[in-house]
């Protein structure tokens, strides 16, 4: 009973501590790394990827095998019922000058001895053969090494899908994360902005007090600002749903109250962009794995031309029999054999296959400059955009800057009487609406950073990572 308690006590122990640490986990802090690596744990596309690499590294041992001798063991059993007696007649045995002779089969005459005949009636015939084989093959036209170049092949395609699907992963956390990370900030800025109507509201009730403004004009900031608790209410909503996304891609409950840490970018820095398109034809996986499948194709070429050539093999056999009544006694046997096949006339058959097998080399060719051809253009728009995006980010700043001078200004002149309340809403509304864009220009900046890493090759998988 005590051990049971201790048990209990225990367990309630555990429990309290699991339950805290889970409570801890819920509000832990990630920062953008952190959401990458738990990202790529999780990633069940990515887990996929990585079982069809091993599978194609253990198909690349199987073919290795075919360097290698066979060894069988195979058996025959034969059962014919209900047979006709076999007979066989007497005769008067054969004579001989010599020895030499009657080895030969040139017999001088008949003797006057008689051998009796015999029947034999055996009414069913039972065969058992078996043995074991070794088989070799000793040249089969290169299909063997051709057969393990496409799986060294093979390999390396599976190995450039699985940084394909790594790359995909990065990119799609990166941008949820970044979306948050906008949201929260448009969150803080609306309400610094609610913040700003909540005393102007209060001023211009006191204003409206003393009767120094109309109740149109209180109402105005009222109504003003009713409409920006609407809009900070959509947003929290908003990021609930863009956590939801995120916990979504780091595999946690959708609810998690996930927090997230980052920089508030204050300088956004132009980085090279000269060599992406010599990067992204030397990297990209897509133009690696077409380069692949090419080479898959001409191997298929050289195996569809090795089928036409001649083969060889050899073989060693240790086998038996047994015949029910007749031969009943196993005693294994050794033999060795040789084979050569050699192809003549197939009525053009081999000329057309390797026809066939040659335009698929030039379709694997096609594809290979249509992809670089479009993989081009591709770094081409991002390099725009990059481009664009980082004047838009300078352009908001610079607006953010101007605004905060022009609200400054407006308010100094709302307080002595020289602006109305439009005015001031005017000018808080466009300070809310540019500090809004600056964040929205920074978390897309940020997000085409990632993606022209993706289109230029350069996202892999760390070493550490593999």
Known sequence: MKKTIKFMMGSLMLLAVVAGFNTASA?????LEECRQQAVEFNKELKNAALQNKEAQINQKVARTAYLPSVGFTSSLMHRPNMDPI????????TANSEEDAMNGNFSGTSDVWKPGTTIDLKSLTLLTGGFEVNQPVYVGGKIRYSNQQADAGVAIADLALN????DVIEQTDKAFWQVASVQENIKIAEDYIKMLSELEDQMNA???????PASEKLRVTVQKNQAELNLMTARNGLRVAKMYLNQILGQALETEIQIEYKEVASVELFDLENGLFEASNKRNELKILEKQKELSELDAKITRADYLPQVGVSAQYTSYWVRDVYEDINFQPMLAAQVSIPIFQWGQGKKKMQAAQLKVQQAETDLQHTNDLINLEVMQVKVQVEEAYERVSLAKKSVEEAEESLEETRASFEVGLNTTTDML???????????????AVA???VLKTRWQSVTGNLYIPETAE
Do not use: D, H, I
């Open 444 to 446: 897309n900046f940020e």
């Open 426 to 440: 005017n000018s808080q509304a466009e300070w809310q609406a540019s500090k809004a864009r600056l964040t929205q």
């Open 87 to 94: 007979s066989m007649p007497g005769y008067f045995l054969p």
């Open 207 to 213: 204003m409206y007090e003393v009767g120094l403004q």
């Open 27 to 31: 509000q832990k802090v990630m920062t």
């Open 164 to 167: 394909m699907k790594y790359s």
